[in-house]
C-alpha cells in the first residue's frame, strides 16, 4: 500500500532540548493512524512537522512526494490540519466563520462545499449562531468543517475529542469512518485510547521515540493472560485497589466500579482473579512499565477527617434561567463526607452550571447550594473557606512562574508565614515542581499544568474538593496519578464533587448524577447505571454505553 507520509531520521530539537529522535515512520494512505503516548512525548511536535508547520532539525517529512522543507505550501494545499486550539472566531457566526477560512484557502464554488460540510456535521440550522455560543462538540465539528474546506487528501487531528462528551464523541468518529470511504487518510492524535483501539494502525511515542508502531490488537495482546478483575465485596473498593498496587506482582490496576481490574507481571500469578480480554490501555501501560504504585504522597500529608456521615454538599431544588432559557431545572441531590460524586451529562446539559452553583461561582435563580450545611446566598466566605476549586480549563496565571501561583494561592486561602511556607514546599515536592518552578505556567507541559491546579486547589487542606473536568486531554499514566491523589483524599475524609466526559474515569465514583435537558435523569452507583442500560443487545453495557443508551432513551421519551 502506497505511504502517504514518510518520514525518514527526523528529529527535532528546540535549544537544548530534542523533542523527536531519529524517527522512521510511514504513514499509509487511505487510513486511520492513531498517534498516543504520554504527555510530552512528542505528538503534537509530530503533527505539526507533517503539517509543515515545523522544519525538523534533521532528516526529512515527506507528504505526498513533497519534502516540507521546500514544499510547505504545495503541502498545506493538500491536508488540512486541525490543532488543539482551533482557531475558530468566537464572535464571528457559524457561516462566517466559514467564510472565513474559505478565503484563506482560495476556495470556490462555496456554496455546494459549505451546503455539503453543513450537512455532514449537522450543523445547517445553525449557520448564525455564533461560535462563542456553540457546545463543546459543536465547536469541534465546524473547527473539523473548517479543515476540510480545501477537500484534504489527508487530515490531521490533534486531541480532536479533549472536552468533548461521548455522544459528540461517537459522532465524531462517524464522521471519519464516512471521510474514510471518500479516500481521506486521518492521522488522530488522542489520549482516549478506546478511539485510538478503533484505528487500523497506531504508533505510540514517549519522549521523542517510537515505542510502538503497528496494529492495535498486537499492542494490547502483549498482556494476553495477564489482566484479571477482582470483585472488592467485603472492603471499599478504593483499600481494594490500594492493596493492589502495594503488591509487587502487580504492574498496573483502576477501578471498575465494584471491581478492580489488575495488570500483572510477566510470570506473576494471582488467585481468585477473572481473567478478562486485554484492552490496548492495558499494553499501553504494560509499555510504560504501569503506573502509579503505592498510595498518595498527598494524602499521607493529611490529618484524617472523622467519617461521620454528614451531609458536605447538598443542592435545593437548584434553578438557574439564563433569560428565558432554563440551563438547571430543580435539582436536588446530597453528598456526604469522605464520598466522590460525579455530574455527567452531554456538553450544554447543565451539569457545569449545576457545578458552578454548588461552587459558588453562580448565583441561583431559585434554590439552595450548601457547603457543610452552610448556604452560599447567606455565608459565602465561611463556605467557601471549605472549598477547593479546580477549573475545567486552566485558569491558573500564565504570565506567572509556578511558584508564584503557588505563592498567590496561598495567599488567597489566607496562608500565612511558616503555614505558607510549608504548604508551598510540600505541594513542590509531592507534584515534582522543583524543574519548573521559574518557568511561566502557560509554558509547562499540560499534565504539569493540571498538577499545579491540582496543588493550588488542595494546598489549604478543605474539606470538600470540586473538580472540573480534571483529566481533560491527559494521558492514562497521569489519570492514574490524579484518582491516586483523589482516591487517597477522599479515604482521609476529604468530600469530592467532579464533572467528566473521560466516562471510564467515573467508575472511580461512589455516586452519579446524569443530568440532561436542564433536569436530574437519574442518580446512583456506577452499577445502578450500566444496570439501568442492560438490554437484549447489550447485557453487559460499559459505563459509556450507560451514558449514551440513558440519554437516548430520555430522548426518545
Not at 486485554?278 to 498518595?296: A, N, T, Y
Not at 509556578?402 to 498567590?408: D, F, P, T
Request: charged share 20%; hydrophobic share 40%; with cysteine.
Amino acid at each position: 500500500m502506497k505511504n502517504l507520509i514518510r518520514l525518514q531520521g527526523v528529529a527535532k530539537r528546540f535549544g537544548k532540548e530534542t523533542a523527536l529522535h531519529s524517527l522512521n515512520i510511514e504513514i499509509p494512505q487511505g487510513k486511520m493512524v492513531a498517534l498516543v503516548g504520554p504527555d510530552g512525548a512528542g505528538k503534537t511536535t509530530l503533527m505539526r512537522l507533517m503539517a509543515a508547520l515545523l522544519h525538523p532539525t534533521e532528516g526529512d517529512v515527506l507528504v505526498a512526494g513533497f519534502n516540507t522543507k521546500d514544499d510547505a505550501q504545495a503541502i498545506q494545499d493538500r491536508l488540512g490540519y486541525m490543532p488543539q486550539k482551533f482557531g475558530l472566531y468566537e464572535d464571528l457566526s457559524v457561516m462566517q466563520n466559514l467564510n472565513l477560512y474559505a478565503d484563506l484557502k482560495g476556495v470556490d464554488h462555496r456554496k455546494e462545499v459549505f451546503d455539503k460540510l453543513l450537512a455532514f456535521t449537522q450543523l445547517g440550522a445553525f449557520t448564525t449562531r455564533l461560535a462563542g455560543k456553540l457546545s463543546g462538540g459543536m465547536k469541534q465539528k465546524l473547527g473539523l468543517a473548517c479543515a476540510l474546506l480545501s477537500r484534504p487528501l489527508v487530515l490531521l487531528l490533534d486531541e480532536p475529542t479533549v472536552g468533548v462528551d461521548p455522544i459528540s464523541r461517537r459522532e465524531l468518529w462517524h464522521m471519519m469512518q464516512d471521510l474514510l470511504q471518500e479516500g481521506i487518510s486521518i492521522v488522530w492524535s488522542t489520549a482516549y485510547l478506546d478511539e485510538a483501539a478503533r484505528c487500523e494502525h497506531v504508533i505510540m511515542l514517549d519522549r521523542g521515540k517510537v515505542l510502538y508502531e503497528g496494529h492495535p490488537d498486537a499492542l494490547a495482546g502483549r498482556v494476553k493472560g495477564r489482566v484479571f478483575k477482582l470483585s472488592t465485596s467485603g472492603q471499599s473498593p478504593r483499600q481494594a485497589l490500594l492493596q493492589m498496587l502495594t503488591k509487587e506482582e502487580v504492574l498496573d490496576a483502576i477501578l471498575e466500579g465494584n471491581f478492580v481490574r489488575v495488570i500483572l507481571k510477566k510470570q506473576a500469578l494471582l488467585e481468585k482473579g477473572e481473567e478478562v480480554t486485554p484492552r490496548l490501555e492495558d499494553g499501553f501501560m504494560d509499555i510504560l512499565g504501569g503506573g502509579v504504585k503505592g498510595g498518595s504522597i498527598l494524602a499521607k500529608t493529611l490529618s484524617p477527617i472523622p467519617q461521620d456521615g454528614k451531609v458536605m454538599i447538598e443542592a435545593k431544588g437548584l434553578t438557574k434561567c439564563f433569560g428565558k432559557f432554563t440551563a438547571t431545572d430543580h435539582i436536588s441531590f446530597q453528598v456526604k463526607r469522605g464520598e466522590i460524586f460525579g455530574l455527567l451529562g452531554p456538553n450544554g446539559a447543565g451539569k457545569s452550571t449545576t457545578f458552578k452553583m454548588l461552587c459558588g461561582l453562580l448565583k441561583p435563580t431559585s434554590g439552595n447550594a450548601l457547603i457543610n450545611g452552610m448556604d452560599l446566598a447567606h455565608f459565602p466566605s465561611q463556605a467557601r473557606s471549605h472549598i477547593g476549586y479546580m477549573a475545567q480549563k486552566f485558569s491558573l496565571y500564565g504570565n506567572l512562574s509556578v511558584l508564584q501561583n503557588l505563592q498567590i494561592f496561598a495567599g488567597f486561602y489566607s496562608l500565612k508565614n511558616r503555614q505558607k511556607k510549608e504548604a508551598i514546599e510540600q505541594m513542590v515536592a509531592i507534584f515534582n515542581f522543583e524543574n519548573f518552578l521559574d518557568y511561566n505556567a502557560s509554558e509547562i507541559p499540560l499534565g504539569y499544568k493540571q498538577r499545579l491546579a491540582l496543588a493550588c486547589s488542595i494546598m489549604h487542606q478543605p474539606e470538600v474538593l470540586f473538580l472540573d473536568e480534571p483529566t481533560s486531554g491527559v494521558d492514562p499514566v497521569m489519570r492514574r496519578e490524579f484518582w491516586s491523589h483523589i482516591n487517597g483524599l477522599v479515604e482521609k475524609g476529604t468530600t469530592v464533587m467532579l464533572t467528566t466526559h473521560f466516562i471510564d474515569e467515573a467508575e472511580n465514583c461512589d455516586r452519579l448524577g446524569l443530568i440532561y435537558q436542564s433536569k436530574l435523569l437519574v442518580m446512583g452507583t456506577p452499577q445502578n447505571l450500566k444496570e439501568e442500560a442492560i438490554s437484549p443487545s447489550n447485557k453487559t453495557p460499559t459505563l459509556e454505553d450507560a451514558f449514551i443508551t440513558l440519554i437516548e432513551r430520555s430522548h426518545g421519551q
